[in-house]
């Protein structure tokens, strides 16, 4: 070896520090492959003691790279590696689910959510955001699936280099593991002894199976109608010349009315609104009803309510409105004796389920004349879409009475800004909310902060109850009847994580006999239910209201 100009020789680069980094990398990559084996699936759950213990498929794992031949060791790795990354995707929806929509990621039914939570994502944060946000995730997904493989097959060669070594500890780590899974040790309050993946893919295997069973089950309930054979003369005789409105409240449920941290200011709200009401002449009853869903897809709560059927998931939803099942709205229709309409704010594009619905006539988010800004994810306050009703259907003179089916929008989530209410003469095109808009919060403040999603949230029910029941009080006749429910909770973060997924109901009437034929019901006189309020599934409304106002059940099979 040269030696420098003073005679010494140059000293070398140790050696030791690219061992260090080895054993570093090799530390990271089974740190990485453990930490997906025992990945929990929902957010109260991410705490340290569940990455401190022993996973029985890990074990297995190394038997099986231990006993193949190394020509199949390498490619059982890299399937291995895509394995637990695709099961750590799914952990990770599932948090995501559990936290907005109150149950786990359905692997057949919830891909095609995931467009409309980038629309929402792009009406909240922006295009450029949602964008951006977007290509992060998807990198982030494929980076996971290419590292999850390597650190896999990094951990294989680790086992092969120390064969008997690794041997011993399979074994030694084997017979820990059942030993201490057929005591039942703890730790933490855990089982040491972990088969989390397991359960977690046994979990997915059986929404699979479970959801293709359920298809063919529920197009067979869509078939049994207990008033599918009715008669038009004989659906709903008693409320003839009536003008009906069924309005569903984004989100309004029971923690808006509950929740110390929010209920307050709306039951100050429905307490002031209920005595207005009754000086203007109306009467109202309130229960409660339990939605078939939590957090979000609301076209499921509605299509419950109407249906009568138990629409929980995406594929019912397809299943039932593609058939000829009775809808309350529809029922209306059947008659002959009502006009049917629908005010859809929310809608923004074709929507074929409106025959379904029954609605001759549906007003989406273009054809309200609004030409204000948008709030957030609310194409517009629900103030001026009550006005745009007023102005194309209620307020008009027609031959027959109408039936209207209402989508109040402004209490949608991310709650930010919330619009407030101006003059009914001042509304015009909805320019003057513009200021409105620009007044209010920013929504990534409020998406972010709990405390801050509840206020925000209280308010917008707040306005949302404020401007259905001032039009009640402005355009309501002696033969206006109003419906008005929420169409499920909100999300998780702010209703809790044990809420309930029931909501509020109310009946609305000046004539007194529509609200004598619910007195059996036993429902709280006025606008918000009590506590010990009956409590219904949502899917049982419909055949109780049709019922109360004369239907004869006469049932298809």
């Not at 027609?398 to 929008?409: F, G, N």
């Not at 101006?422 to 405390?451: H, N, Y």
Request: proline content about 5%; charged content about 20%; aromatic content about 8%.
């Amino acid at each position: 070896m040269a030696s420098d100009g003073d005679g010494t020789s140059p000293v070398s680069a140790p050696e030791g520090g690219h061992d260090v980094r080895h054993i570093a990398v090799t530390v990271l990559c089974a740190g990485l492959v453990l930490g997906a084996f025992l990945l929990p699936n929902a957010l109260n759950a991410l705490r340290p003691v569940r990455f401190v213990r022993l996973p029985g498929e890990a074990i297995i794992g190394a038997m099986l790279l231990l006993v193949l031949p190394r020509r199949a060791r390498t490619p059982l790795a890299v399937l291995m590696g895509l394995a637990l990354a695709a099961l750590t995707v799914l952990n990770v929806l599932d948090i995501g689910f559990r936290q907005y929509l109150g149950r786990g990621f359905n692997p057949v039914l919830d891909w095609e959510l995931l467009d409309d939570s980038y629309g929402y994502l792009e009406d909240t944060l922006g295009g450029a955001a949602t964008l951006g946000a977007t290509a992060g995730i998807l990198a982030g997904v494929v980076a996971l699936f290419a590292v999850m493989a390597l650190a896999m097959v990094r951990s294989a060669g680790l086992l092969d280099r120390h064969r008997s070594p690794a041997a011993l500890g399979t074994l030694v780590a084997g017979t820990v593991w059942i030993t201490c899974a057929s005591l039942g040790l703890q730790i933490g309050g855990v089982p040491f002894a972990s088969d989390r993946a397991a359960q977690a893919a046994l979990s997915q295997a059986r929404r699979v199976q479970l959801t293709l069973e359920d298809e063919a089950r529920f197009e067979e309930e869509t078939k049994a109608d207990t008033f599918g054979a009715t008669p038009a003369a004989e659906l709903v005789p008693d409320l003839r010349g009536k003008d009906m409105v069924f309005a569903f409240i984004e989100s309004y449920g029971r923690s808006a009315i509950e929740d110390p941290a929010i209920a307050p200011g709306v039951n100050r709200t429905l307490d002031a609104r209920t005595e207005v009401l009754e000086k203007a002449g109306f009467g109202a009853r309130s229960g409660w009803l339990t939605s078939a869903t939590y957090g979000g897809s609301s076209w499921l709560g509605h299509s419950t309510f109407l249906s009568g059927l138990w629409v929980a998931n995406q594929q019912r939803y397809r299943t039932v409105t593609s058939s000829d099942h009775l809808t309350l709205t529809k029922a209306f229709q059947k008659t002959g004796a009502w006009r049917t309409v629908g005010i859809m704010p929310g809608i923004r594009k074709g929507w074929p389920e409106a025959e379904f619905y029954g609605l001759d006539h549906v007003y989406d988010s273009t054809r309200l004349g609004y030409e204000g800004p948008k709030f957030s994810w609310s194409t517009m306050p629900d103030q001026y879409a009550l006005e745009a009703f007023q102005r194309l259907e209620h307020g008009r003179k027609h031959d027959k009475p109408l039936m209207a089916e209402v989508i109040l929008t402004s209490s949608h989530q991310p709650w930010a800004p919330v619009p407030r209410m101006v003059g009914w003469d001042e509304l015009g095109d909805g320019r003057i909310f513009e200021g409105i808009e620009k007044a209010g919060l920013d929504p990534e403040d409020v998406i972010a902060d709990s405390d801050a999603s509840k206020r925000e949230y209280g308010r917008s029910v707040q306005y949302s109850v404020t401007s259905l029941t001032e039009w009640l009080q402005r355009y309501g006749t002696d033969d206006t009847v109003l419906v008005f429910l929420g169409d499920h909770q909100p999300i998780a973060r702010v209703s809790g994580d044990r809420a309930s997924r029931d909501v509020p109901v109310t009946v609305v009437a000046k004539d007194p006999k529509v609200l004598e034929a619910i007195d059996d019901w036993g429902w709280t006189q006025g606008l918000r239910p009590s506590g010990t309020a009956p409590v219904w599934k949502m899917s049982a409304f419909r055949d109780r209201f049709l019922k109360a106002y004369g239907s004869t059940p006469r049932a298809t099979r």
